[in-house]
């Protein structure tokens, strides 16, 4: 078994022991902090609209097969930039992101099977295909878990206008990830709708689901 593997989150438990080694490894750092309000930052588009976000890239999921973003069209895309070894932000927004879709699907199924939750990570170097599959298992069965090589990653991040960064590489293995935490709603035409802080909680991210896709189809 590989070193990742030993650390997938393959339950709750696993990821409150993932949370916990990390946080204390932050500690240790003097660093739990992410600056979403950097200048290239996405806390910085507007909140809806018709602005540049988005556009062309090439990833490939759990299985190694390259996935584009026009594989995404014709659904809703609701994106979330993180990675694995995140111990408190990623999670928490994904677990968001999650429990919204489930309430949306509770109430309007036809639009929650209209949104395709996406992960992409910002860690390529240690987020390979086969562990980010098993991250997002834990999250939402629907949940796509995207890598790539550093030069895709970092391609698709700019199209979103995500800033990340390594913090302390040079002191440990074990650093962390400064960055953006947003979700991105985009239309089926790869459009950008709107975003979500990481802090939007679960009935926020399904009421404005619920009145974007849902309103859309009737």
Not at 123 to 147: I, K, M, N, S, W
């Amino acid at each position: 078994m590989s070193d990742e593997q030993r650390l997938m989150p393959r339950s709750w438990t696993g990821r409150i022991g993932l949370v916990l080694t990390l946080a204390m490894l932050a500690a240790l750092a003097g660093f739990l902090g992410y600056r979403l309000g950097e200048p290239n930052s996405t806390a910085q588009v507007a909140e809806e609209g018709p602005v540049p976000l988005g556009g062309p890239f090439t990833l490939i999921d759990s299985t190694g097969k390259q996935v584009t973003n026009r594989e995404l069209l014709g659904r809703y895309a609701l994106i979330y930039f993180g990675y694995i070894y995140c111990p408190d932000i990623c999670p928490t927004a994904l677990a968001s992101m999650a429990r919204g879709l489930d309430l949306l699907e509770s109430v309007k199924p036809a639009a929650a099977q209209m949104v395709q939750p996406v992960f992409i990570t910002i860690d390529p170097e240690r987020d390979r295909p086969e562990a980010v599959g098993q991250y997002v298992e834990a999250f939402h069965p629907r949940l796509l878990g995207l890598t790539g090589s550093p030069e895709q990653v970092a391609a698709a991040a700019k199209g979103y206008r995500v800033f990340y960064q390594k913090v302390n590489p040079e002191t440990s293995s074990e650093y962390l990830m400064d960055h953006a935490s947003n979700l991105f709603l985009m239309d089926p035409t790869g459009r950008f709708v709107t975003h979500f802080p990481h802090n939007a909680t679960p009935d926020r991210i399904s009421e404005r689901l619920e009145e974007i896709v849902a309103g859309a189809q009737s």
